[in-house]
C-alpha cells in the first residue's frame, strides 16, 4: 500500500460550521491544524474516528469550540480523522457527512466555563 500525503478530515473551528478538509500527514501539519503545539487524540466517538486537538488548548486560553457527550470542553481547533491503529486515515463518505450534521452549529462557550473545564486547581504560593 503506497503511502498517503493527506488526511481527509472534518475540521471545526471554533464559532464556525464544520468543514471539510485535507490535512497533510506530517506530524508539522496535524500541529498546524490545531494552533500549533502537542496534539492530542480523544475517542469520543463510537466508531473507529477520532478527534484531534491542542493538548494545551485549554491552558493557552483557546476559545472554547464544542462541548463533547461527556460534558467535555475542546477548546481551539480540532477535527476529526479516521483511527487505522497505529495510523490515522482519511474519513469515509459516510464518517464525513455524519461528523459534518455533529459539529454543523457552533456553540458559545464563555472562557470561564472553559478555564473550569480544565480539569486541576492552581494554587499561589
Request: glycine letters at 10%.
Amino acid at each position: 500500500m503506497e503511502p498517503v500525503s493527506t488526511y481527509r478530515v472534518v475540521y471545526v473551528e471554533p464559532g464556525k460550521p464544520a468543514c471539510v478538509r485535507e490535512i497533510g500527514t506530517d506530524l508539522k501539519d496535524l500541529q498546524e491544524a490545531v494552533g500549533g503545539g502537542l496534539i492530542e487524540c480523544v475517542y469520543p466517538h463510537a466508531d473507529r474516528t477520532l478527534l484531534v486537538c491542542n493538548d494545551e488548548g485549554k491552558l493557552l486560553g483557546m476559545e472554547g469550540n464544542r462541548r463533547l457527550d461527556n460534558g467535555s470542553i475542546i477548546a481551539g481547533p480540532f477535527f476529526v480523522v479516521g483511527d487505522a491503529g497505529e495510523d490515522f486515515r482519511s474519513l469515509t463518505d459516510v464518517e464525513v457527512e455524519r461528523y459534518l450534521q455533529k459539529y454543523a452549529q457552533p456553540e458559545q462557550i464563555p472562557q470561564h466555563e472553559v478555564q473550569a473545564d480544565m480539569g486541576w486547581i492552581f494554587y499561589s504560593f
